[in-house]
């Protein structure tokens, strides 16, 4: 069974950057698209972008341009989400959730979530 | 950018049925992806594909389609399915999208 265990809580001062780590197990990394959802205290769902750890390639939300960098370790079965330039609006979980690209098309499988605060 | 519709909120009672829906411009082109959500607790699929439901799903849960407007529909509603409902699809100009969510209230 897929599963996505995400790092533990954080939390940041204001202008620092954040690095959320996504493991997976119990399938094969390469045919996943990890994307990353977060969701601010009390607030819906927002997608900020993904990768297909076979391409390498990451895809971002146009809000999330030039703050947010995603990327894959094949080897260690591991995607990562950095975000820059933190404000306290970033307060939020971060999730990381699979697409099932042709299979299902929809986040069939989420993590557990990442409490990010933004502290002064 | 894309942008999908939802109730803020609607509440039921136990044993009635729930309509939920969520509605988008050229939504009839596209999947509508169903996620419950509890206090606490991370996002969890429940139906795929418009009308598709993963095998641990209960079959009270049900989506269909009429035009622009996807509705999920869950019969029979337990005290266990208070839930938060986001609807959500993929649109060439945003990537995905998620609805703006519906707190189901059971009373």
């Known amino acids: 069974q897929v599963q996505l265990v995400q790092s533990g809580a954080e939390v940041k001062m204001p202008g620092s950057s954040v690095r959320v780590s996504c493991k997976a197990s119990?399938?094969?990394?390469?045919?996943?698209?990890i994307s990353w959802v977060r969701q601010a205290p009390g607030q819906g769902l927002e997608w900020m972008g993904g990768?297909?750890?076979?391409?390498?390639?990451?895809h971002l939300a146009q809000k999330f341009q030039g703050r947010v960098t995603i990327t894959a370790d094949e080897s260690t079965s591991t995607a990562y989400m950095e975000l820059n330039s933190l404000r306290f609006d970033d307060t939020a979980v971060y999730y990381c959730?699979?697409?099932?690209?042709?299979?299902?098309?929809?986040?069939?499988?989420w993590g557990h979530g990442t409490m990010v605060t933004v502290s002064s | 950018s894309y942008e999908l519709t939802q109730p803020p909120s609607m509440s039921v009672s136990p044993g009635q049925t729930a309509s939920i829906a969520c509605s988008g411009d050229?939504?009839?082109?596209?999947?509508v992806s169903w996620y419950q959500q509890k206090p606490g607790q991370s996002p969890v699929l429940v139906i795929y594909?418009?009308?598709k439901r993963p095998s641990v799903i209960p079959e009270r849960f049900a989506g269909s389609r009429s035009g622009n407007t996807a509705t999920l529909t869950i019969s029979e509603t337990q005290a266990m399915d208070e839930a938060d409902y986001y609807c959500?699809?993929?649109?060439?100009?945003?990537?995905?999208?998620f609805g703006t969510g519906t707190q189901l209230t059971v009373l």
């Open positions: 990768i297909i750890p076979l391409f390498g390639t990451s």
């Open positions: 594909q418009d009308t």
């Open positions: 959730a699979n697409y099932a690209v042709g299979d299902s098309d929809a986040f069939d499988i």
């Open positions: 050229k939504l009839g082109d596209k999947y």
């Open positions: 119990g399938g094969t990394f390469s045919t996943f698209a």
């Open positions: 959500q699809a993929w649109d060439s100009s945003t990537a995905y999208v």
